[in-house]
């Protein structure tokens, strides 16, 4: 079902949740994602759009400067909220599946504000997002992503004497023959392309908004 | 104030709590208390507050924010409860004067007043990547700079042609980047300089490695431990903490906040931003402070300026400078690179801030540096001419706030630029920018005259 083929009041109750997301309305998002579920609106059309679209604009909305990580912290929760409610009518074999990124910094650096803000941004446009948190080892990394079955590994660094062990994750999955099974994306402050490209990491995000373009374009533009 | 040890202790025993647990209470609880006290940016108002009334409801939000949050250890997991009576103990009992150096060479850093008309201490490079084959020779420069009260070091990717990974090699590339330091200074013509340790990693044994009263560290030297944002102080910081209060070096911190973290907008930024140079002091004795408000966007050097973030940091100053004891640094930190026009106006910018907001100034540096592309003498030897002339103007906030709109007019619709390395645009041997770098600060310092800041020396 495409947007164009939902009735007028089909599109004003979707276009209420989405607005209900952007606003960080926790009760106002939930009671109209149970009208939708009992409208007959396609969920999986409803979660496409409306989430699809409210993720957008929380991102314009960081990107500008208007909404900032907590706001980000909300909104991905809430986001996780209404599509808990709408997936209720989505038999279980036919949820979509979220490709799933590991993340967190590198061993040696206990630094987290810029990736608690790449992951949270990733989570809000619709990835499932698996934070290791801070300090954490090649050999963690590789585990958690082998363990759930991952498609992608984003490590950072606020150090230049931790940007090796982003070497490292990437040097074990070839050591390991695990190469292929992940891309790798690295960031930080220290971190530039020119870097990326020299420890042959699939990605790079000069910040939080070009990690989070950068991901897609990795994990969603081959389908 | 309260022990190092008892912070040890309650890093230990306080309230275990997980760390999304402790950033969702953050921004809780610092929202809730902007609005309780009113914190919001009053229109008229654009780089420098002159609202008297607003810089105290700011501070009492920020001791209360302290006291309802305490700090949050990261290597723990636990909570550190601060009574209130603690917290004021530690705001009377900083110090306001630091000593540093020897002999010749020794100073005094002082915290300076809003408006003052004391010319301020300067710290005029580093905090940045620099390669080993140019080390020793850009801390001298730095060191001929007559101002210049001390240096802080920098940090590098390769020690002796190896790259630096794992602790015996960060310790080892600790205590030569330590090395160069004193070997930079001396060179100068001035042994007695202090340097502060940059730490290339926050392990203790890499902050601990560079102590050595013959060729390291001194005890007259000092250290970089750093709180880190949303309050959380790490178990290796403090184990640094105790054995340099023992040593007697002393001990700087980056305390500003960064809007679009988890302290929200501007109004939480000014409540964290006063909050963590107390709480600074508090986990690890720090007495010399970066301080402030920064945006992330201009930290990732997707802006020059964005609304407001001028005022918030001010509010912050003028707060730290009337109420508690903090030696406050501006870190002048611009999102073009050296060897550009804008850079220069955007030291300009940031040193008259300055002064007028009760601030040293600190290591102009690329907000994204790279190696040996974040920062030459000369914006260090810009910052210190703005600023003198700044005072021997006697600006006021309000004359302040009306130059500063002026500089900010040469932003618009301006993107950063991107900049050159070191050796591109400024001759380390002779100690002067190259040719076209002249020529960009001819023309800036030309400008800037014009616009208003008359007492800068032809």
């Given amino acids: 079902m495409e947007k164009g083929q939902l009735t007028p009041e089909e599109k004003s109750l979707l276009d209420s949740m989405e607005e209900a997301i952007i606003a960080l309305d926790e009760s106002q998002a939930v009671a109209v994602a149970e009208k939708v579920l009992s409208s007959g609106i396609d969920p999986k059309a409803a979660i496409r759009y409306a989430i699809a679209n409210a993720a957008v604009a929380v991102g314009e909305k960081f990107e500008a400067g208007e909404y900032f990580l907590p706001q980000l912290v ?26 799933i990124i590991v993340i967190g910094t590198v061993q040696g650096d206990v630094h987290s504000i ?35 079955k991952a498609d992608m590994i ?10 090796p062990y982003q070497k490292e994750v990437i040097d074990d999955l070839v050591s390991m023959g695990l190469r292929d099974r992940f891309k790798v994306m690295i960031g930080g402050g220290p971190v530039t392309k020119a870097y990326a490209d020299t420890i042959r990491a699939d990605g790079y995000g000069r910040d939080a908004i070009e990690a989070v373009e950068d991901a897609k374009r990795l994990l969603l533009a081959e389908g | 104030m309260i022990p190092l040890v008892e912070i040890a202790e309650r890093i230990q025993t306080g309230e275990k709590i997980e760390d999304k647990k402790w950033d969702k209470m953050f921004y809780e609880n610092i929202s809730r208390l902007a609005k309780k006290y009113g914190i919001v940016h009053p229109p008229q108002q654009s780089y420098i507050n002159m609202d008297d009334d607003m810089v105290e409801r700011a501070y009492e939000a920020a001791v209360e924010f302290l ?65 080993e084959d140019l080390a020793g020779l850009v801390v001298c420069n730095f060191a001929q700079i007559p101002r210049t009260d001390f240096i802080e070091g920098f940090n590098f990717t390769h020690i002796d042609g190896r790259e630096i990974i794992g602790p015996p090699l960060e310790i080892y590339a600790s205590r030569r980047q330590i090395h160069w330091m004193r070997e930079g200074v001396r060179k100068a013509g001035r ?89 600074a002091t508090i986990a690890y004795r720090d007495t010399i402070h970066y301080t402030g408000v920064e945006h992330l966007h201009m930290l990732n050097g997707r802006q020059i300026l964005v609304p407001h973030v001028n005022w918030a940091r001010s509010v912050v100053n003028q707060a730290l400078n009337r109420f508690t004891h903090t030696i406050c640094m501006r870190w002048v930190i611009p999102t073009s690179g050296p060897g550009t026009d804008l850079c220069l106006w955007e030291v300009a ?44 103007q006697g600006l006021d906030r309000q004359a302040g706030n009306e130059l500063l709109g002026r500089i900010s007019a040469r932003f618009e619709n301006q993107k950063p630029a991107a900049g050159q390395d070191i050796g591109e645009c400024y001759d380390l041997v002779h100690h002067q920018p190259k040719e076209a770098y002249r020529e960009s600060y001819d023309r800036v310092k030309a400008a800037l005259r014009e616009l208003g800041l008359t007492k800068l020396i032809q």
Wanted: aromatic residues 6%.
């Fill in chain 2, 349 to 392: 910018m940031q040193s008259v801030e300055a002064p007028i907001n009760g601030m040293n100034l600190y290591a102009p540096r690329h907000c994204r540096t790279t190696m040996n592309h974040g920062q030459t003498p000369l914006e260090a030897e810009w910052m210190i001419e703005v600023s003198d002339a700044v005072i021997e």
């Fill in chain 2, 67 to 131: 006291e309802t949050m305490g700090l949050y250890c990261l290597t723990t997991r636990r909570r550190v409860a601060l009574t209130r009576p603690e917290i004021l103990t530690a705001i009377r009992e900083a110090p306001t004067e630091i000593l540093m150096g020897t002999e010749r060479d020794r100073r005094v850093w002082k915290q300076r007043k809003i408006e003052g008309r004391e010319k301020l201490n300067i710290c005029p490079g580093h905090h940045a990547p620099f390669s």
């Fill in chain 2, 191 to 279: 042994p007695g300089l202090a340097v502060v340790y940059y730490p290339i990693n926050t392990r203790a044994e890499d902050l601990i490695g560079v102590m050595d009263p013959e060729h390291g560290l001194r005890r007259t030297d000092g250290i970089l431990l750093s709180l880190l944002p949303d309050l959380k102080m790490e178990e290796d910081m403090l184990s640094a903490a105790i054995v340099y209060d023992e040593y007697g070096s002393f001990k700087l911190s980056g305390s500003f906040a960064i809007i679009g973290g988890f302290c929200g907008g501007i109004e939480g930024a000014i409540i964290e931003g006063i909050t963590k140079p107390i709480a």
């Fill in chain 1, 74 to 99: 909300i909104s991905g929760d809430l986001m996780d909220v209404v599509t808990k409610i709408l997936e209720r009518n989505i038999p279980q074999t036919e949820t979509e599946k979220k490709k």
């Fill in chain 1, 154 to 163: 984003a490590l950072s660094s606020l150090l230049t004497t931790t940007m």
């Fill in chain 1, 114 to 148: 810029g990736k608690n803000i790449v992951a949270t941004m990733l989570k809000s446009v619709g990835f499932h997002v698996v934070d290791l948190g801070v300090d954490v080892t090649s050999a963690t990394f590789i585990e958690k992503a082998k363990d759930l």
